[in-house]
């Protein structure tokens, strides 16, 4: 079975940076769809940050928009999130999610996540 794995989360204090990887095992399929999510605390839901669909440009949460920026290789099955001005209300468990495939083929991945802490 295919995975993700992303690495890069820690505790950092607000107006810091960090930046996210993410690596797809060789199983996985190439990758069309790349998407960076996230889930505070308390909070039923995960929230999509970015994502990126067929090369085109990626599109970003309200929250994050300025502030983070997303970069993706399906070449290579690897994505990247760079996060700027953070701020405690971006504290949450951030993970990687993909897809390959079309149709019958079309195949979801994700990671286990990677916590990140901002501390104000």
């Known amino acids: 079975q295919g995975q993700l794995v992303e690495s890069g989360g820690g505790l950092v204090q607000a107006g810091g940076s960090l930046r996210l990887s993410c690596v797809a095992s060789?199983?996985?399929?190439?990758?069309?769809?790349m998407a960076w999510y996230r889930q505070a605390p308390g909070k039923d839901q995960r929230e999509l940050v970015a994502l990126i669909h067929g090369g085109a440009s990626p599109i970003y949460g309200d929250s994050v928009k300025g502030r983070f920026t997303m970069s993706g290789d399906s070449d290579n099955n690897t994505m990247f999130l760079q996060m700027n001005d953070l701020k405690p209300e971006d504290t949450a468990v951030y993970f990687c999610?993909?897809?390959?495939?079309?149709?019958?083929?079309?195949?979801?991945?994700w990671g286990q996540g990677t916590q990140v802490t901002v501390s104000s």
């Open positions: 060789e199983n996985v399929g190439r990758m069309h769809t």
């Open positions: 999610s993909g897809q390959s495939g079309l149709g019958s083929r079309a195949r979801d991945y």
